[in-house]
């Protein structure tokens, strides 16, 4: 196991710091935790003010404070990700993932405001997480399989946020979306990845 999170470090230095900021939200009061993460959302009023802080803090908390589930997906995905691509290329990733989608989703959320199909208090919606570069680094890992097996990976990965989206169409359901197409998009990044031995 500990050869494992070696072979992923970024993966696992990550999850740390998730750790840590999941138990500070739980020592937190409701209303001031709210507070707090809402000043470290890539809303709209805080990405127009504080784009880069916004866009780095809001990777560092989860909402609703379960870390586990987390902990399994990105061991699952991500340390598989980080491990076939190497560090500098997950992590590339995992950037354009999460700063193109929440870009995209959040333009669309004031495409909607400005014509008045969604409320003005939209602008300070609570949005921070880990799941738009998730699902990017869900999406590289196509091109990381073989044969028929990447084809069948690939219409999953579609469906399962493509589905979302048709029935919710939130602006986190295209974030999702959009985050899987990122990652798909990402191929050059995941070259020769398919041929990795996995120890």
């Not at 602008?123 to 028929?148: E, F, H, I, K, M």
């Amino acid at each position: 196991m500990a050869g494992y999170v070696r072979s992923a470090p970024g993966t696992y230095i990550w999850l740390a710091i998730l750790f840590v900021t999941t138990v500070a939200l739980h020592h937190m009061p409701p209303q001031f935790e709210t507070a707090f993460l809402r000043q470290r959302s890539t809303n709209l009023h805080e990405l127009s003010a504080h784009p880069a802080r916004v866009l780095f803090a809001s990777a560092m908390w989860i909402a609703g404070g379960r870390w586990l589930p987390y902990a399994v997906l990105f061991t699952v995905f991500h340390a598989q990700a980080e491990r076939r691509l190497g560090t500098p290329r997950w992590l590339a990733v995992c950037a354009a993932a999460h700063v193109l989608a929440t870009l995209i989703s959040e333009g669309a959320l004031l495409w909607g405001i400005r014509r008045g199909v969604v409320p003005e208090s939209a602008v300070n919606t609570l949005d921070v997480g880990v799941s738009y570069a998730l699902a990017g680094v869900v999406g590289v890992l196509t091109w990381c399989l073989r044969g028929p097996w990447r084809y069948g990976y690939a219409a999953a990965v579609l469906g399962f946020f493509a589905v979302p989206l048709a029935a919710g169409r939130t602006f986190t359901d295209l974030g999702h979306f959009t985050a899987a197409l990122i990652g798909l998009a990402c191929r050059p990044l995941a070259a020769g990845a398919g041929k990795t031995r996995i120890p």
